[in-house]
């Protein structure tokens, strides 16, 4: 544990951010997952407007990289695609 009062804060705020960070992008996996598991076509498409959705969400909060979001983004358009 650091002894300056400033790097104490830091620390502190760095966890709570860490924790943020680490819903948003488990929200963002489990909606990947439910698409990736849904039976038909239909239901693929509806649940992918919610994945495409927390996706963003995690770009936008600097959770994941723009690149890393197009990438996830296609990978799904191509699962509901194929289904």
Same mark, same amino acid.
């Given at each position: 544990?650091?002894?300056?009062?400033?790097?104490?804060?830091?620390?502190?705020?760095? *966890?709570?951010?860490? @924790?943020?960070? /680490?819903?948003? &992008?488990?929200?963002?996996?489990? %909606?990947? =997952?439910? +698409?990736? $598991? !849904?039976?038909?076509?239909? *239901?693929?498409?509806? @649940?992918?407007? /919610?994945?495409? &959705?927390?996706?963003?969400?995690? %770009?936008? =909060?600097? +959770?994941? $990289? !723009?690149?890393?979001?197009?990438?996830?983004?296609?990978?799904?358009?191509?699962?509901?695609?194929?289904?």
């Amino acid at each position: 544990m650091p002894n300056i009062k400033s790097a104490k804060t830091r620390v502190l705020i760095t *966890e709570k951010e860490t @924790l943020l960070n /680490n819903d948003v &992008k488990q929200s963002m996996k489990t %909606a990947i =997952k439910k +698409v990736k $598991k !849904a039976a038909t076509k239909e *239901e693929a498409a509806a @649940l992918q407007l /919610n994945a495409n &959705k927390r996706i963003d969400i995690a %770009a936008s =909060k600097g +959770v994941i $990289k !723009a690149n890393t979001r197009d990438r996830y983004k296609t990978r799904l358009n191509k699962i509901v695609n194929s289904k």
